[in-house]
């Protein structure tokens, strides 16, 4: 065997040495490859029914939707019917009303006006004869 010979022969198992230890690297790859594609089956599989869950939960979500909507513009209707009646009322009683205040607090102020007038009145007779019959 030649120099040339036994060099082939070394760099043949240094090559055989280096495809084996490339090869197990490759081999879990290979596994792990084969479980991430098990895992992604399983997700698939598991999400087709969630995805039916969560329509069937918006069509619901939906109906309640319509029908707030409904309630809202019936409140909205409501709410014009009131601010309307409380139009009226208040132009039909309250006119009337204020001015039966006004009346009633006018009547109260003269007639309180006219005490204190008669009180004065009395005051100073009083006042004059205590002068007259003092002095």
Sequence with gaps: MSGGAIAALIAAGAFVLLVLLLAIPLFKLGRVLDETTLAIRKTHEGVAPLLADAQGTISQVNAQLEQVEGISQNVNSVTTNV????????????????????????????????????????ARRERRSRRKGGA
């Design 83 to 122: 601010a309307a009646m409380t139009s009226i009322v208040s132009s039909t009683v309250g006119s009337p009303l204020i001015k039966a205040a006004a009346f009633t607090y006018g009547v109260r102020k003269t007639v309180n006006d006219r005490r204190d007038a008669d009180a004065v009145r009395v």
